[in-house]
């Protein structure tokens, strides 16, 4: 039996996935208020912040607003993927400089045997997420598509506002998609299709830095859900705090 619609070539299969990811994540962003936005369920949050309030030493942005971020360091869930450059044959110095670390703390990674430590990434509010997103697939469209030559960092003016920056978002997603979606099979095998400037995207052909891409939207929008079931509930459990005798 065939289903009709379905496309099976790698490049319809990928944008289906993200297709499909992506009208899950704006149905779950439907009707996102600022105070939810910005909520920060623990203390020590990276979030978005007034320029001259941020916490982090590495906080970016063009505007008013900045994306908090810390000294460089590479998290522990990303440690196969230190082994895996390796082993392609990227070199200790070249990891060191994607991640923006020494090469004493990548030969350390690669000598960690066992599973790797606790991951103590600090925990970012929905507006921090939703940012690191936007900056992230705004860069990876002006260094495979654009003009390539403008910082990822400096591309997204972060908002308070819930509207204004989901707005803002999905208009981004759209110019990506677009581009992504008209292009050739030459251009997926191309190894630097893609000169986005932090990380492994210039050594890999652009079908793998795709499907990066897509994971990492699916991954992030997950965490979103997450955070938005959260604040649900605990809006929940004040009110019947409040109601019980």
Not at 39 to 49: A, F, H, L, Q, Y
Not at 143 to 159: H, N, Y
Not at 172 to 179: A, E, H, I, L, N
Request: glycine letters at 8%; a negative charge.
């Amino acid at each position: 039996m065939e289903i009709p619609d379905v496309r099976t070539d790698r490049l319809g299969l990928l944008i289906d996935q993200f297709d499909r990811a992506r009208e899950m994540a704006q149905v779950r962003l439907a009707g996102l208020g600022d105070e939810e936005y910005l909520w920060e369920p623990v203390p020590g949050c990276w979030s978005i912040r007034r320029r001259g309030e941020e916490t982090t030493p590495r906080a970016f942005g063009p505007g008013e607003w900045l994306l908090d971020q810390g000294a460089p360091e590479i998290p522990a869930n990303e440690y196969d993927e230190v082994a895996r450059q390796a082993a392609g044959g990227m070199t200790v110095a070249k990891i060191a400089d994607d991640w923006s670390v020494s090469v004493e703390r990548v030969e350390q990674i690669l000598a960690h045997t066992g599973p790797p430590p606790p991951d103590d990434a600090p925990f970012t509010t929905l507006a921090w997420r939703l940012g690191h997103l936007h900056f992230c697939f705004a860069g990876q469209w002006e260094w495979a598509f654009g003009e390539r030559r403008q910082d990822p960092k400096l591309l997204v003016d972060f908002s308070p506002s819930a509207a204004v920056a989901t707005e803002r978002f999905w208009k981004s997603m759209d110019r990506w998609r677009d581009s992504v979606a008209a292009m050739t099979d030459e251009q997926l095998d191309t190894v630097g299709f893609s000169q986005y400037p932090y990380g492994s995207d210039a050594d890999e052909p652009f079908i793998g830095v795709l499907w990066g891409s897509i994971l990492e939207f699916i991954h992030h929008m997950a965490e979103i859900a997450l955070l938005r079931d959260l604040w649900r509930a605990r809006f929940v459990g004040e009110k019947e705090q409040r109601l019980s005798p």
